[in-house]
């Protein structure tokens, strides 16, 4: 089946830990997206990519950070310097910049 | 990047009724999505509207661009329609602006 994959679905960090969240898509699509969505608010851009091994800071890129080895894959890792990443993380795809987006399923963190 | 507002917050229907959800934006509509968010977090594609009208089933939706907004209609509602409803515009320099998010509540 055609689509974005999250992984894992629960991830649990502890105080001082780097954690990577997985994301892949097998539409052959070139642009991918991590948002955060913090509950009751709407989804705010992390960073986006528009091609393999180009990448670009959004809104809230600070403590976070992304590779874009490959077209399929655009993983995000939280570093010990985002104070507050408690949230819900997705993942999406275009075929470009400007076409519309599809969302994987989330993957949800949180710090012990 | 562009500032989205949507109304109502909050929405509780009878099952059956009809609503409108807004969406007005701050600048110039590219590419309008709207979205609906299920209890699980699963954020599904409902429309792609940068212009016009479109349906899909009891579904539809406006964009009045030079206006700068947006309307989704959900007609005979149903239980399964519950959810949280997010419209979004790309600013000119491709980013994905959300707003706040619409929570319908959907009673039997």
């Known amino acids: 089946d055609g689509g974005i994959t999250q992984s894992p679905k629960y991830l649990f960090r502890k105080e001082g830990q780097n954690v990577t969240l997985s994301c892949e898509q097998n539409l052959n699509h070139d642009a991918m997206y991590w948002y955060r969505q913090d509950p009751g608010q709407g989804l705010r851009l992390i960073y986006y990519s528009q091609i393999v091994n180009d990448f670009q800071k959004g809104d809230i890129a600070e403590g976070y950070s992304v590779s874009r080895e490959k077209k399929e894959s655009f993983p995000l890792t939280v570093t010990s310097a985002q104070k507050n990443p408690t949230a819900f993380y997705l993942c999406a795809s275009s075929i470009s910049g400007t076409e519309t987006q599809y969302f994987g399923p989330g993957t949800r963190l949180l710090v012990l | 990047g562009i500032q989205v507002e949507q109304s109502p917050p909050d929405l509780i229907l009878q099952e059956g009724a009809n609503s409108t959800l807004r969406c007005n934006f701050s600048d110039s509509v590219n590419n309008l999505q709207w979205f609906h968010q299920n209890p699980w977090g699963q954020l599904i594609n409902l429309f792609y509207?940068?212009?016009g009208t479109k349906q899909n089933g009891r579904l539809s939706a406006t964009t009045v661009a030079t206006e700068r907004y947006s309307l989704l209609y959900i007609s005979s509602s149903q239980t399964t329609d519950s959810g949280v409803y997010f419209c979004a515009s790309h600013s000119n320099d491709y980013k994905l602006s959300f707003g706040a998010g619409t929570t319908v509540t959907v009673r039997a």
């Open positions: 509207i940068p212009s």
